[in-house]
């Protein structure tokens, strides 16, 4: 086994860290994190240094009109479908220099990694950069996958403004793109993304490789209740008609109602607002939202309608009038089971420590999935922190990762008659 594990060729865990490294000094913050927000000028250097650094391996490069970068090395058969890598560039105003940008770095290192291997692989292997991930300058998160797996009209995504006014048509054309690129979709074999988990899961359980095995259900409903504005000291309790009475009913069923569903179930209620808002008035309105998430569908399917229950019981218990809406709800997604089969082969046969896992968070991930076969691999991220700037990452775990992404697609891009590949240089190893 260990002569085996010799035998696999590895990535440069040094070169994917300096990389990392000098990507992150294109909008730096001076608290150690990036602010590279979709197509401003950090983003687009960004771009332009990934798409040196594809070329100088030898790769060819193509920007479809939203703006995604698809760095390719070919196969030996190159009318085959693609295995797919990737994950984005830009970052939050005050984001870190992993979320995403790992993604990206270690599909090249991948590409880079097989160059100094002398691997050559039947499918061609293909690194995607996404346009505008983020969705914290426009507001579209997964905006450039979203357009190229057809969920969102192109149109759609080149009328978005941010807050100046300025639109993605605009800042795709400043950035030099050729809008006038075909938006054609090539077939995909299998599609990977390496991310930092943005969560505190590996890192509590000393594992190295998340493997994703599905994003969790996600809606975001509100409710609005209403009252009847009375003064606070003249109005009797008993004859006020209180939408307060109606929340301190719903809060303590709904906590309930979360926890009977295990400790995978996710419930936030992040805003709770009353008018007019005065300390002493009673409210004449109440609106509030709750977030509900769980990655079974039964399970969060049946909380979803629990949520409708306590609320019409509360309403009816204080004969108050009110309503509730889903304002939001992104469907969970199981992702391939080769795919994850394959990230989990991988890891086993490279020997790292493992866990299965439901990504928490929407990744580009989610929008492959609609039109290929996907899977995620997940590596740990100190104290669970991202979105911030002081995110941060082992370079081992990084190194890790890579390389369980290395194989993983290499197991799909090879030409399975002739066995799995060997290092073919042994110089390197
Ligand atoms: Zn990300």
Known sequence: MLNARMNMPKVQGERLWSRLMEMAQIGATSNGGCNRQALTDAD??????????????????????????????PGTDDSLPVVLTGSHLDTQPTGGK????Y???????????LNDHAVTTLHPLEVAVWCNEEGCRFPMAMMGSAVWSGRLPLEMAWALTDQ??????????RADINMEAPLSRQAVKAAFEAHIEQGPILEQHEKMIGLVTGVQHMSRHEIVVYGQEAHAGAMPMNLR???????????????????RRGPDARLTVGVIETLPGSPNTVPGRLRFTVDLRHPDARHYQSLCEELGQIVKSALAQHALRGELRCVWEAPGIAFDANCVEAVRKAAAALGYSTMEMISGAGHDSCNTAYVAPTAMIFVPCAGGLSHNEAESANPSNLEAGANVLLHAMLSLAIDSRRGPPLCMNPEIE
């Open 98 to 101: 992993f979320d995403g940008i």
């Open 44 to 73: 687009i250097a960004g771009r332009r240094l990934l798409t040196q650094w594809g070329e100088a391996a030898g790769c060819s490069v193509r920007l479809d009109p939203v703006g995604n970068i698809f760095v390719r090395r």
């Open 164 to 173: 100046e006014g300025t639109s993605v048509r605009h800042e795709l054309q």
């Open 241 to 259: 008609r209180d939408p307060i009475r109606v929340l301190a009913g719903v809060l303590p069923a709904l906590y309930g109602a979360a926890e």
């Open 103 to 113: 993604g990206v770095l270690a599909g090249l290192e991948v590409l880079e990694s």
